[in-house]
């Protein structure tokens, strides 16, 4: 599905007890998503069932944190982050995100799980800055390189810090 939609500044901010949860098969494309989710992405549940998950990509989002993302999955492991969403009239949300494989009873990857809730405030202006910083270094590398310019400045903040990324997203 090809979408050409223009990002607004209307903003969609998750109520507290709100989840939006997805599941996606091993291609990404969508298999299931609550009320919460199409509510807060704008399309309707036919919409979104067999779509890519980067239906609601926005591009505010370095590629980067998109990479780390899938290669957690793809290695078995479970992923956190702060994402920024674009619904299907252009308006945001912003989620804290945790992403895990699903396996079928021989341990095989079957797919994967997706449960997004409201995220702290701090944690989505630590985001901003640091993607804000990434996208750029995205622009400047170009397509070819966006990736590893990108990553560079994320893994520079984490040794300045000192932490994990696992240990930067769950103490911002």
Not at 16 to 36: A, C, H, P
Not at 79 to 106: E, L, R
Request: with cysteine; hydrophobic share 40%.
């Amino acid at each position: 599905m090809k979408r050409n939609i223009t990002p607004t500044s209307v903003e969609r901010v998750m109520r507290e007890d709100d989840f939006i949860v997805s599941m996606t098969d091993l291609k990404g494309r969508i298999t299931y998503g609550n009320r919460i989710f199409i509510e807060f992405s704008g399309y309707s549940e036919s919409e979104l069932i067999g779509a890519q998950h980067n239906i609601i990509r926005h591009p505010d989002m370095p590629r980067a944190v998109f990479k780390l993302l899938w290669d957690k999955i793809q290695n078995r492991e479970e992923c956190f982050a702060y994402v920024k969403n674009m619904a299907k009239d252009g308006g945001f949300y912003w989620v804290f995100t945790n992403v895990t494989p699903t396996f079928d009873p021989a341990g095989n990857i079957t797919g994967y799980f997706s449960v997004r809730r409201k995220p702290k405030l701090s944690g989505v202006q630590t985001a901003s800055a640091v993607y804000a910083a990434m996208l750029e270094a995205e622009k400047k590398a170009g397509p070819a390189n966006a990736i590893a310019a990108s990553t560079k400045i994320l893994v520079d903040i984490l040794n300045e810090k000192g932490l994990s990324y696992d240990e930067l997203v769950l103490a911002i």
